[in-house]
T-cell receptor
Framework: QQPVQSPQAVILREGEDAVINCSSS?????VHWYRQKHGEAPVFLMI?????EQKGHDKISASFNEKKQQSSLYLTASQLSYSGTYFC???????????FGGGTRLMVKP | DTGVSQDPRHKITKRGQNVTFRCDPI?????LYWYRQTLGQGPEFLTY????????KSRLLSDRFSAERPKGSFSTLEIQRTEQGDSAMYLC?????????FGSGTRLTVV
């Protein structure tokens, strides 16, 4: 079942912060985060594994609440380059394929 | 260079025709995935391979879709008797534990 992302869209000014949420109705082994720019392929940002939390970039971090089957992506001091659509991908059992959410469209304005 | 090459980048076909797409991971990856993405949506799982074995296929995938990965290297995805609803971006991805590397995709338009 597809994870639910919120918000669906967000507009920021450069330097502002944002939080994107991903929620699943199933128990999760891992959560991945990807960013996709218009006309391009999704690009891997980071993975959060059951029992741990991994930070992928300096100003982009994420958390994973296993009990609630939820993950949040935190974008701090946003830059213009952060614009794009962010997808979470959830893995129910180790080694399974990812199921992606519907995406959160982020636009950072000067 | 994303590490996964897909060919062609664009394909326009008439309804009812067959089409085949190719995916080449540049470095060896045991796992290879096919996803489909329509405008404004997240990638939708189609099928995946562990080496040459096709381990799972989406229940949403009709019998018109078939995929192969001979010798566990490149993979092909064939759609027979295309329909307008097949119009989408078809993405190939490689990798497992530490994130997927996606190819640039093949955009299929069925007219």
């Amino acid at each position: 079942q597809q994870p639910v992302q919120s918000p669906q869209a967000v507009i920021l000014r450069e330097g502002e912060d944002a939080v994107i949420n991903c929620s699943s109705s199933k128990a999760l082994y891992s959560v991945h985060w990807y960013r996709q720019k218009h006309g391009e392929a999704p690009v891997f940002l980071m993975i959060l594994l059951k029992g741990g939390e991994q930070k992928g970039h300096d100003k982009i971090s994420a958390s994973f609440n296993e009990k609630k089957q939820q993950s949040s992506l935190y974008l701090t001091a946003s830059q213009l380059s952060y614009s794009g659509t962010y997808f979470c991908g959830t893995e129910g059992n180790a080694g399974n394929m990812l199921t992606f959410g519907g995406g959160t469209r982020l636009m950072v304005k000067p | 260079d994303t590490g996964v090459s897909q060919d062609p980048r664009h394909k326009i076909t008439k309804r009812g025709q067959n089409v085949t797409f190719r995916c080449d991971p540049i470095s060896e990856h045991n796992r290879l995935y096919w996803y489909r993405q329509t405008l404004g949506q997240g990638p939708e799982f189609l099928t995946y391979f562990q080496n040459e074995a096709q381990l799972e296929k989406s229940r949403l995938l009709s019998d018109r879709f078939s995929a192969e990965r001979p010798k566990g290297s490149f993979s092909t995805l064939e759609i027979q008797r295309t329909e307008q609803g097949d119009s989408a971006m078809y993405l190939c991805a490689a990798g497992v534990r530490y994130g997927y590397t996606f190819g640039s995709g093949t955009r299929l338009t069925v007219v």
